[in-house]
């Protein structure tokens, strides 16, 4: 008897089949690889979107002549999606890295469109 099947059956007493054998070690790896390409999503994604909306929130807000005010906040941009990157993988959870990505968002949207932005 190879060791493999050996170990396969001392791991599926219970069932004997190798449906509990992926179930064990196949699902928290799927778990894990699902959680990981949620942060990734939420990070490259929202973080592109809110370094959009902060763009445009801070050029609409900012007191300078137009172009100085498009490289002011091309700059604050482009500062922002690493930040949002991080914070996606610094937070416990995927659900919370969507969750602060969609209301950092959502603030920055308010504020663009409160200073006169129109899509």
Not at 11 to 18: G, I, P, T, W
Not at 86 to 93: E, G, P
Request: charged share 10%.
């Amino acid at each position: 008897m190879p060791v493999f099947t050996f170990f396969l059956s001392r791991l599926c007493v219970a069932s004997r089949d190798s449906f509990s054998f992926m179930i064990l070690f196949l699902a928290p790896r799927t778990q894990v690889a699902l959680a990981i390409t949620s942060r990734v999503l939420a990070g490259v994604g929202g973080g592109y979107l809110s370094s959009a909306l902060l763009a445009i929130a801070t050029a609409s807000v900012l007191p300078l002549s137009r172009s100085d005010a498009t490289i002011v906040s091309t700059l604050l941009a482009l500062l922002c999606w690493p930040v949002m990157m991080m914070m996606c993988f610094s937070t416990r959870t995927a659900t919370r890295a969507w969750g602060l990505t969609v209301m950092v968002c959502l603030a920055q949207a308010a504020i663009a469109l409160l200073a006169g932005w129109r899509p």
